[in-house]
């Protein structure tokens, strides 16, 4: 039986958003880490009922980015908002109530059982009467992240891709207004890339503001709102998905050619390396020396 309920001053509940609403903000941020400039004069709006798609090369400073939004990182200057305030200025608990976090590397070192891995994500709703609903939460988490059948399996036990979804459960059951979720798909399966951003979405849909990391940029086309593609720290572009991805700006930010066509029969963008079929490489054995 539960006999505590926090009271409304003791956890104050996030601001109610309108779909456009800005849930999480960066300002001007720069984080410095062993003496080198790992982001600069970063601004990004994050708002309520949109999927924002960070994308940009390994080393941008995108989980820098996640992690400085996420309060988990303190910008060396610049400021970071969450629902309105420094996340400094909530308690755990309210933060993990407005954010939840899915970390590039998941690593549980304790052989957890997948479902108590998936309930450590209500632990912020311990104490409040959303605690009624925490058997049925972890239950729909655990089914549309597919790992119900994972139920009772160690969750180090698991494949890369499997933990990855067992992860996106517990940040699923969370039930935070904002999903930070870095690199989700990385060791997904094409129909579980498609499932993890088919959610993010659906998150969206019911009001909450999503941002993913990925490397997909045709996957990151399909379901985000907005793209912020990151270059050497900074944001190099910002907006609608057909407008931030060309040509001249990938081949840039990646320092590789890079062709962007629309799929024939959907008008979908594709995003593909040029590669020169041309040129073929001499077989050794033709070789003259
Ligand atoms: P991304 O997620 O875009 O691949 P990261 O944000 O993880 O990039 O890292 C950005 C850059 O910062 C990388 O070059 C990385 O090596 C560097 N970096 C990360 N943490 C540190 C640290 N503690 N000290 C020095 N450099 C770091
Ligand atoms: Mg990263």
């Known amino acids: 039986m539960k006999t505590t309920t926090l009271t409304q001053r003791e956890l ?21 880490l062993g003496g080198a400039a790992i982001l600069r004069n970063v601004d990004l709006q994050i708002r309520a009922g949109r999927v924002l798609a960070l994308v940009g090369p390994n080393g941008a400073g995108k989980s820098t980015l996640l992690g400085a ?5 303190e ?34 070192t304790f052989p957890f059982a997948v479902t108590e891995v998936v309930r450590m994500g209500r632990s912020p709703w311990a104490g409040t009467p959303a605690e009624d609903w925490d058997d049925e939460v972890v239950a729909d988490a655990m089914a549309e992240a597919d790992v119900t059948k994972f139920t009772d399996r160690v969750f180090n036990s698991l494949s890369g891709g499997e933990r990855a979804r067992a992860a996106m459960a517990r940040v ?8 930070l979720l870095d ?14 951003l088919h959610l993010a979405r659906g998150r969206a849909r019911r009001g909450d503001a999503v941002v993913v990391v990925m490397h997909d940029l045709a996957l990151a086309a399909a379901y985000a709102d907005e793209i912020a593609v990151m270059s050497r720290g900074q944001i190099a572009a910002v907006g609608h998905p057909v407008t931030v991805l060309t040509p001249e700006l990938l081949t840039r930010v990646y320092e590789h050619p890079i062709e962007v066509l629309r799929h024939p029969r959907t008008g979908a963008v594709v995003v593909l390396p040029r590669r020169d079929f041309s040129v073929v490489p001499t077989a050794p054995s033709q070789r003259s020396y």
């Open 12 to 32: 104050r509940l996030p601001a109610p958003k309108a779909p456009g609403d800005i849930v999480a903000e960066a300002r001007d941020v720069c984080v410095t």
């Open 69 to 73: 939004i996420s309060g988990d990182l």
């Open 183 to 196: 690199e989700p798909t990385a060791a997904m399966d094409i129909k579980h890339q498609e499932l993890v």
């Open 75 to 108: 910008p060396t200057s610049g400021t970071v908002s969450i629902d309105g305030a420094s996340p400094s200025a909530w308690t755990w608990r309210e933060l993990a109530i407005r954010r939840g976090v899915l970390m590039q590397r998941v690593d549980v």
């Open 172 to 179: 699923l059951a969370q039930e935070a207004g904002l999903l």
